[in-house]
């Protein structure tokens, strides 16, 4: 027989902004051009950027949903020139390994627009990099037994696009960079083996004169139904 939880559920009031539709529209209208003038950036300047801004952003990417609750991140902060240099070597490393060798010729020819190869200066440049961990278990606080966390990707996902809105709305440059695998980043940064690396990124301000890929998005009514 299960066993039922003895927590009782509280509820608060939601303070909730009803906004006129034609307001409305204007509202996302705005966030779409701004949004739509981000893009991924692999050379970046060495200016400084307050830690503020970035605390402010990894705190709007906490405000995500997750399943039941569990807000299963952890972001981890790397501004230290040594262990960014670390990092760099070690992604570099599993890099040059995928580009010569373990990604298939498909992949290679999805990549070959975008100008990537195996160097990663990019790692090292950076005034931060923020890495991003999905955590897989819990200790639960009632019976004091380890638990599963639910949707853990799902979850951390959500987040981690609210992390790369808030960064862009700061002005800042971002790249999801995830070189594979990636265990090196927990043994480098010594977290738990419950936490899972699950990108990395590099933010900072673009290099002068930056330049990225001619590549389009898709349409809206390629990305959307209606039923």
Request: glycine share 6%; net charge negative.
């Amino acid at each position: 027989m299960k066993q039922e939880s003895s927590i009782e559920p509280v509820f608060i009031k939601h303070e909730f902004a009803h906004y006129e539709q034609a307001e409305a529209r204007r509202r996302v209208a705005g966030f779409y051009r701004l949004m739509n003038a981000r893009r991924s950036v692999r050379d970046f300047s060495s200016e400084a950027v307050e830690f503020e801004i970035i605390e402010q952003a990894i705190a709007t990417a906490g405000t995500a949903p997750s399943g039941a609750n569990m807000q299963p991140w952890r972001f981890v902060v790397v501004k230290d020139n040594d262990i960014k240099r670390r990092i760099r070597e070690a992604a570099e490393h599993e890099e040059r390994l995928s580009y010569e060798g373990r990604m298939p010729e498909r992949w290679l020819r999805r990549l070959a627009p975008l100008g990537t190869d195996w160097h990663k200066p990019f790692l090292e440049i950076a005034p931060y990099l923020i890495v991003v961990f999905r955590i897989d278990s819990v200790v639960d606080d009632e019976t004091g037994e380890r638990e599963p966390t639910y949707y853990a990707a799902e979850s951390v996902g959500i987040a981690v696009g609210l992390l790369l809105a808030a960064l862009h709305t700061a002005g800042l440059a971002t790249l999801t960079h995830t070189p594979s695998p990636m265990k090196f980043l927990g043994e480098i940064l010594g977290r738990p083996k419950s936490e899972k690396a699950f990108v990395l990124i590099p933010v900072g301000f673009p290099a002068e004169n930056v330049r990225v890929p001619d590549i389009e998005r898709k349409p809206l009514n390629e990305i959307m139904s209606v039923i």
